[in-house]
């Protein structure tokens, strides 16, 4: 659903952008800088060695580790965690939110949030989508596993699932073309074909046909820039917070964006950080990793750089290609070629099991 129509938790982004603004609503306007203690420049500094630390450790990630479900997660802890400190440095400096430059900093901040909801919103209905890919991998193996042997009825099941979720797994003009091939290839009739095409498509339900990931990011990124020295003195060092968050928010959207199925997730977004901040090198260290990953010729197409989403679909088209050229009766070197095959699934089937309920949640959570 539309961010504007959206109603979050208490705890959710818009919320707390609201929270921002009734804050500085609430403020006395003749407050003025000499009214701040010096504990809130370490409080700042605080906040922002916590983002670099945090970042700095899922940075160094490893090539393994980088983009899987247990890192996304991770990811996402960290959001959350450098979002409530964030909402102690500026409950604890509301004093100032009622002046220039603050009171537009806050603004821009708030409607990033707004932006980021919708991001949230495409990134949970991306979930459901692998969350269908995994049932189908389920079937898969019901049809191939714990069995004393593999008869060609069960093959056959297998087989029709396997392209199920390859033809899920292409974008929406291919996954046409695919399902067109598969219908006359198991003699299915063209309302079957137009249901299947509507399933699979790579859309969002909660967000319209023409939303694009990439132009939200783009729209995220907008106007986003290191304050100037002046401004920095003008708000004793929260406007430093206030871009530091911004950043945040940004490259953890941009990343979900990267790694989960979306509508149009180009991953072009300009991401510029200034070097002069201590979370500077860990974040775009981690932009610039993502990146590459994303120009490997096995993942430049892919609808989603998530480590068992690369894993699904490599294991399903070995497993497709073995089942097409079986011939009955098996013999016991196929059929233990088959049962391979089977524990590979079942590894990325038991790691989709275990983790995208709770990444759903955790995107409720930053929601």
Known sequence: MPATDYQGSSTSLTSFGRSILSL????????????????????????QKQVADQ?????????????????????????????????????????????????RLVAEFYERSVKALDVCNAIRDGIEQVRQWEKLLEIVLCALDNQKALSEGQVRR??????????????????????????????RNKDHHKHNSG????????????????KQLQAMGYNLSAPKA???????????????????????????????????????????ISKQFIWANPISSLHERIVEESKKRERKNACGLLKEIYQTEKWTRQMNDMLDALQFPLSDEKEAEVRERVDELKVVFESLKAGLQPLERQVREVD
């Open 24 to 47: 500085r609503r609430d403020q006395v306007p003749s407050m003025d800088g000499s009214d701040f203690p010096r504990g809130q420049e370490i409080e700042l500094e605080k906040f």
């Open 55 to 103: 970042f700095s450790d899922l940075s160094s990630a490893s090539a393994d580790e980088l983009l899987s479900l247990s890192w996304v997660r991770h990811l996402l802890d960290v959001f959350i965690c450098c979002e409530e400190e964030f909402r102690i440095v500026v409950f604890n400096n509301k004093g100032s939110l009622n002046r220039a430059p603050v009171d």
């Open 158 to 187: 297998a087989k029709k699932a396997l392209i199920d979720l390859m033809i899920g797994m292409l974008d929406e003009k291919e996954s046409n073309a695919a399902l067109a091939h598969r219908n006359r290839s198991f003699g």
């Open 199 to 214: 399933h699979f498509r790579s859309l969002s339900w909660s967000v319209s046909r023409s939303w694009s990931a990439s």
């Open 230 to 272: 002046n401004d920095v003195m003008a708000t004793n060092g929260l406007a430093v917070a206030l871009y530091t968050m911004s950043c945040v928010l940004m490259l953890v959207m941009w990343a979900l964006v990267a790694a989960i199925p979306c509508q149009d997730r180009g991953l072009q977004t300009h991401f510029s």
